[in-house]
């Protein structure tokens, strides 16, 4: 063998060796271990429990806004909830008993629970461009309601949003066609001699606005259930809109 076949192997052994190395092994395991630990460690302030039925039935429609509200102003001071998410999966496993059913848009920035600081089983969320409502969403406020318990169901549409700006201007693509048209009665409604484009930062708020209050005119005039319910002051049907500027949650008149 040449010397430098022997230098060959001898670097080539020195590789096999490194990379065998145990040590990288216990340090993997050390750093699980570390992770377990941390787990295990008690955190204070940290909620582990969700809504049960007897909560749930303690609570009235103002109740619920209240806390939307409260939830709402953590929110903005950046002081959410710490939760622990794996305690609460198992502890709602087998049942859920949330106070609020919220109707949102799909849009990405708004991200429903946070905004309220709620946790896992706390609220069924219901999201659609442009935050209108359709058969099948009727059915699951239903369900959330007289079935499920729940004590609110709140409409809440954004600023800025794209689904509306698109009704607006009469957008034309694809299936997003139909679905403006359960949006364009809302934006007719406006009643408003300037600029309606979506160019007109004033008519779109007004726009989301008038969205929002006649998905609750929808919500009542479709869903009999609901219509009693709210009669009967088991429910409130409510609107909001949220403020991608700043986090806040406006409740509507």
């Not at 049942?95 to 069924?124: N, T, Y």
């Amino acid at each position: 063998m040449t010397l430098f076949s022997k230098i060959l192997a001898t670097s080539l052994m020195s590789v096999l060796i490194i990379s065998c190395n145990p040590a990288e092994e216990n340090t993997v395991s050390d750093d699980l271990t570390t992770v377990s630990a941390q787990r295990a460690k008690p955190m204070k302030g940290v909620v582990e429990e969700v809504l049960t039925k007897e909560e749930q039935e303690a609570l009235t429609p103002d109740m619920v806004i209240q806390s939307f509200k409260e939830g709402n102003n953590r929110f903005l001071r950046n002081d959410l909830t710490a939760r622990d998410h794996s305690e609460q999966v198992r502890k709602s496993t087998n049942a859920q008993f949330p106070k609020a059913i919220v109707l949102s848009c799909v849009d990405s920035r708004v991200p429903v629970e946070d905004v309220f600081d709620r946790g896992i089983g706390d609220i069924f969320v219901a999201r659609v461009a442009g935050n209108f409502v359709n058969e099948d969403i009727l059915g699951s406020m239903e369900f959330a309601c007289k079935v499920s318990g729940s004590k609110l169901v709140l409409v809440m549409g954004h600023e800025h949003c794209g689904a509306i700006k698109a009704a607006v201007d009469d957008v034309k693509l694809g299936n997003i066609t139909p679905m403006l048209e359960k949006i364009k009665p809302a934006v007719a409604k406006v009643e408003y001699d300037g600029d309606r484009s979506s160019k007109n930062a004033e008519f779109v708020h007004m726009a989301c606005e008038s969205n929002v209050r006649n998905t609750i005119e929808q919500i009542r005039l479709k869903s009999p259930i609901l219509k009693e319910m709210e009669d009967n002051n088991e429910i409130k049907i409510v609107g909001a809109v949220y403020d991608m500027d700043n986090g806040k949650v406006d409740f509507l008149r």
